[in-house]
């Protein structure tokens, strides 16, 4: 069964920078496409990055110039870089696999907590 596992959330101040980091295993990572999702507190689930299977990326309006998403696959990890944090940034990021980009995910990891300060 596909797992994916994320880490590198914490608690950071507004302006710092931050990486997520994400490791598949029970399926062959470089040839899906993978995602990042960004729950805040008390509001659904949004989709702020994608990556397909060669690298090339696409993000959310409303993260397009802070958040960077790449992908290693002699690794199997896909990383979100987020610059510039701000508070709205707070929540939990979760690592998906997607069929294609944009799509709805069907595997999702279990999640990693960023608190970000004023």
């Known amino acids: 069964q596909a797992r994916l596992v994320e880490s590198g959330g914490g608690l950071v101040q507004a302006g710092d920078s931050l990486s997520l980091s994400c490791v598949a295993s029970?399926?062959?990572?470089?040839?899906?496409?993978m995602g990042w999702y960004h729950q805040a507190p008390g509001k659904e689930r949004d989709a702020v990055a994608w990556?397909?299977?060669?690298?090339?990326?696409e993000y959310a309006d409303s993260v397009k110039g802070r958040f960077k998403i790449s992908r290693n696959n002699s690794n199997n990890t896909l990383f979100l870089h987020i610059d510039n944090i701000k508070p709205e940034d707070t929540g939990t990021y979760f690592c998906?696999?997607?069929?294609?980009?944009?799509?709805?995910?069907?595997?999702w990891g279990q999640g990693t907590q960023v608190t970000v300060s004023l």
């Open positions: 029970e399926f062959t990572f470089r040839q899906w496409n």
């Open positions: 998906v696999r997607i069929a294609h980009m944009r799509a709805q995910p069907a595997v």
């Open positions: 990556i397909n299977a060669n690298g090339n990326a």
